[in-house]
Every structure is written in structure tokens, then in C-alpha cells.
């Protein structure tokens, strides 16, 4: 059975830092001979920010109709679920926080009409990574953003039991994650850890 | 000498909770004497940072568009209240895209060294964040201080005071909170005077 994997690259830059890592992890994942991936750079989805009309809390949906109506889907039909996004000004890129935002119509689904987001079968089966960089030093500069990771994946059904962080701070320029120290191999164990946990998660 | 006040509404929606109580707050600063703006960053054309970091060779944004004018106007400020609703546990994306814009300040001030506040500047200009919340939990507005704190500290504000109500599902808009309005209001005049008797003392 192929596990799919959703991949989100959050940031302006393409191919930098936090892209880089989130390379290394789909690299990781994709040694499965039977994975389906995609990866999504958010520069290019075409996602609006959230209006916060609340009509998904009447309508089950947004009405907007951009490149989330795309998105919507794979989201409750991936197994895992990938967000990699740079801090910026202490908090999640403002592109990323856009996708974020617009999960508002998950959160209309389960909370306000108490719909399944997905089919009762997947439910609590799958699981979501957050691949993060900042150019900040600081050990709390990912602090801020992690609040709203988890909102994003609480209600698309990824709970926090189930999410993995990899955090990689002090990396500014482009290229910089390619000269620290651990992040490529931390991200190749996270990529093969997390694909080894959905084998058994869907073998079970 | 009039004391400024700028009000930045970062709602995607008008007229909601979070503008109705910035509107309170900047009318406390108006009854004070103050003269006041206020800017809604939905009827703004601009777009959030490319993190092309070209801003820390130039100290300029090659991204010529409305959020420049706007750094220009908080640079001119006495008094800067930022406004956001809490969407997913943070700011709202139109409000993050104008804060991440700032990068080019933070060149000016680490790289180049063109920008710098004084101490006594800081303490003569002071910023507010307003904000509301559908939740009703406390630590509802956590995720949004950091990046509050880092435009005040971009653009030479002390963070003066937070302005918030939480728990806006239940009471079904700022309009039937108890306090909050009438506080916004009474903030809004006292840090007018605040900053008025700290330009005459100093």
C-alpha cells in the first residue's frame, strides 16, 4: 500500500534553507520503494489569505476559490502531512501562515458542524512534520510559530502526539544549512523514522 | 506639539471585534488632543517579504510597493497601536506579511548601522497591541507577542501596553464584552498624555 506524502515548502525564497531540509527529509522518505509524494511550493499554490467571513461554519467550505480548493483535497487524503517554513520576525513566514489560516474550513468541520475531516479509518493514523529554520541564534525563536503548527495540524487531524519537529536555528543566508553540523543527517533519520512509523501505522 | 497617533488594523474583515476596539482606543487618543490615523492593511497594496535578503546589501526593499509608505508613516508616529484578530493561534497573514517587510529597518540597524534609537526615544514613543480572540483560553494571544515585540523594537517603539479580549465566541462580539471597549478608550487617552508629559519633562 503507498504511503502518500503532502509537502508544503513555506517560503519566499525557493531552495533555501528550510526547502534544503525539507529536500533531505522527502529524500529520506522516498527510499520506500512505494511512496507517493508531492511538494508544493507555497510561492506557486496561488492561497489567499483567510478572510474571516466564517461562512465555512454555515457552508462546510470557503468561498474563496483559489489554489486551496486543490489543496483542500490532498490534505485529507495524504497519510503525512509536511509544513517546512522559515521564521521570520520571530513567527511562521507569512506565506505559511496564509495555508494555516485557511484551515479554517477544517476547523468549521469538525468543531462548528461536527463533521469527519477524514474517513473514520485514518483517523488518528496520520501524522504530520514541521521543518523549520531561523537565522536568530536564539534556542526560543521557533516558539511562536508552534501554537498555530499545531492548531494547523489539530484540526486537520494530526494530533500533537503525532508531530514531528525539526527545528533548525542560526541558518540566515541562503546555503547555511549546508554547513551545519547535524541537520542533514537529523533530517534523513527524521525522513526514514516517520515513513518506518506510517508502514506500521497502516500495517496495524 | 500634537502628539501622533498611528492605528494599524491587520483584520481582513472591516468593522469587526478587533477594529472596533482599536476605533475605541483611537478615540480615547483623539478625545486627548492627540491627532490620529488609522490604516487598514486590506485596502493596501503590498506583498509579504520575499526573504531575498537583497535588503541587507542595499538597506533598501527592492520590492517597491504601499508597505514602504507605511514604515514611513510608523517612523513618524508618536504613538503605534498594531491590531490584529488571533486567526490559529497567531496574527493574521496580512498583518505578518507587513511586519516581515520591516527586514530592510532591521538591515539599517544591524548591518548598516544607519538606524539607531536612542534610549530616550524609545521611551518617548510607545506602541500597543490590540487585539481579539474567538477562544476564550489565556495563553490565546502568546504566538502573537513575539512578533509584536519585534516591529516595536524595528521601529524604535517601547511595547507600552496590550489591549486584548479573549473569549469573543461567547460573548459574541467586543460590543457585549463588559470593560473592553470603555478600557481601550481610557488607554487611549493616557498614553496621549503619558507621551505629552514625557516630551515636556523628557
Redesign the interface.
Known amino acids: 500500500m503507498p504511503v502518500k506524502v503532502l509537502a508544503f515548502a513555506g517560503?519566499?525564497?525557493r531552495n533555501?534553507n528550510s526547502e534544503t531540509l525539507l529536500d533531505w527529509v522527502l529524500a529520506a522518505m522516498a527510499k520506500d520503494p512505494d511512496v507517493i509524494m508531492e511538494k508544493i511550493p507555497l510561492t506557486e499554490a496561488n492561497i489567499n489569505?483567510?478572510?474571516?467571513?466564517n461562512a465555512c461554519q454555515k457552508l462546510n467550505r470557503c468561498v474563496q476559490r483559489d489554489g486551496m480548493d486543490r489543496v483542500h483535497d490532498k490534505i485529507i487524503e495524504a497519510d503525512i502531512i509536511v509544513l517546512a517554513a522559515?521564521i521570520?520576525?520571530?513567527?511562521?513566514?507569512?506565506?505559511a501562515?496564509?495555508l494555516?489560516?485557511r484551515?479554517?474550513v477544517f476547523t468549521s468541520r469538525k468543531y462548528v458542524l461536527k463533521l469527519p475531516v477524514v474517513p473514520v479509518e485514518r483517523k488518528g493514523k496520520r501524522l504530520g512534520v514541521f521543518l523549520s529554520t531561523a537565522g536568530q541564534d536564539w534556542s526560543y525563536v521557533f516558539?511562536?510559530?508552534?501554537?498555530?503548527v499545531?492548531?494547523?495540524y489539530n484540526v486537520i487531524e494530526v494530533k500533537d502526539k503525532d508531530i514531528r519537529y525539526l527545528m533548525v536555528n542560526h541558518v540566515?543566508?541562503?546555503g547555511a544549512i549546508l554547513n551545519h553540523p547535524t541537520a542533514k543527517a537529523d533530517a534523513e533519520r527524521l525522513g526514514a523514522s516517520v515513513i518506518a512509523e506510517m508502514r506500521k501505522r497502516l500495517a496495524a | 506639539m500634537t502628539v501622533s497617533v498611528l492605528g494599524i488594523s491587520g483584520?481582513?474583515?472591516r468593522h469587526?471585534n478587533t477594529e472596533t476596539l482599536l476605533d475605541s482606543f483611537l478615540d480615547g487618543a483623539k478625545a486627548a488632543g492627540s491627532s490620529v490615523e488609522k490604516v487598514v492593511l486590506k485596502d493596501l497594496d503590498y506583498s509579504?517579504?520575499?526573504?531575498?535578503?537583497a535588503c541587507h546589501k542595499t538597506g533598501e526593499c527592492v520590492v517597491r510597493d504601499d508597505a514602504i509608505a507605511l514604515f514611513g508613516k510608523v517612523l513618524k508616529a508618536d504613538c503605534l497601536a498594531i491590531a490584529s484578530?488571533i486567526?490559529?493561534?497567531?496574527?493574521?497573514?496580512?498583518l505578518?506579511?507587513f511586519?516581515?517587510r520591516?527586514?530592510y529597518l532591521w538591515a539599517r540597524k544591524f548591518i548598516f548601522k544607519t538606524l539607531y534609537f536612542t534610549d530616550d526615544h524609545i521611551k518617548r514613543h510607545k506602541g500597543l497591541f490590540v487585539s481579539t480572540a474567538g477562544q476564550n483560553w489565556d495563553?490565546v494571544f502568546?504566538?502573537?507577542?513575539?512578533?509584536i515585540?519585534?516591529?516595536f523594537n524595528?521601529t524604535g517603539f517601547e511595547y507600552y501596553d496590550n489591549i486584548i479580549a479573549n473569549n469573543m465566541d461567547e460573548y459574541k462580539g467586543i460590543k457585549n464584552h463588559p470593560s473592553a471597549l470603555k478600557e481601550a478608550y481610557e488607554k487611549g487617552q493616557k498614553v496621549v498624555r503619558v507621551i505629552e508629559k514625557l516630551n515636556i519633562t523628557g
Do not use: L, V, W
Not at chain 1, 516558539?143 to 498555530?148: G, H, K, T, V, Y
Not at chain 2, 509579504?48 to 535578503?53: D, K, L
Not at chain 2, 486567526?87 to 496580512?94: F, K
Open positions: 517560503s519566499p525564497r533555501g489569505p483567510c478572510k474571516g467571513c522559515p521570520f520576525c520571530m513567527g511562521i513566514a507569512a506565506q501562515k496564509m494555516i489560516d484551515a479554517q516558539d511562536a510559530a508552534i501554537p498555530s499545531k492548531c494547523f540566515d543566508e541562503k | 483584520s481582513p474583515h469587526g509579504p517579504c520575499r526573504g531575498c535578503n484578530p486567526y490559529t493561534m497567531g496574527i493574521t497573514a496580512e505578518k506579511g511586519i516581515d520591516g527586514q495563553h502568546d504566538g502573537a507577542f513575539p512578533a515585540t519585534a516591529i524595528g
